[in-house]
């Protein structure tokens, strides 16, 4: 139940800043940086918030204007945080050759509708690893579904059969 309140106050924030034009996470900024980068020094991200608004529109329309069959993928509201797939679904690949915490030069999930902006191309790297937003969304589960993998091209895992 906790998780499901948790996942619905998160998408009514999402919509709430779409509709303010991108000012309800300035609003909130303690909490978004919390939650998006796990640190309440607001102020060191304030330059992500405007991103993340045009990053959320861009997204939400690209599943819905175009690939709606990912909306399938989307996670029941009582899902556990994840830090890695479901492992009695997904395993590394055999042919996987860096460490298992590494995507090498790989970041198809995280641009597969568009550019998430959260990631740091310059050092290939995750801005929100291991935040609540990455835990309880679908990055720190990562693939969730054979279509996702799929559809992203993983190199890194496959389904365990």
Known sequence: ??????????????????????????????????????????WKYLKYYHKYFFYSATYIWGLLSREQELIKTVLPLTSPSMNRPDPTLFRISKQWNLPEDSCGECNRCCTFIVDCCFLDTTENRCLCYGSLFWKYFNCGRFPSSQAMLDYCKCPKFEIRG
């Open 1 to 42: 139940m906790i998780r499901a309140l948790f996942r619905l106050m998160s998408y009514s924030i999402v919509v709430i800043n779409l509709i303010s034009g991108g000012t309800f996470l300035y609003m909130i900024a303690p909490y978004t940086s919390y939650f998006f980068f796990n640190d309440l020094r607001f």
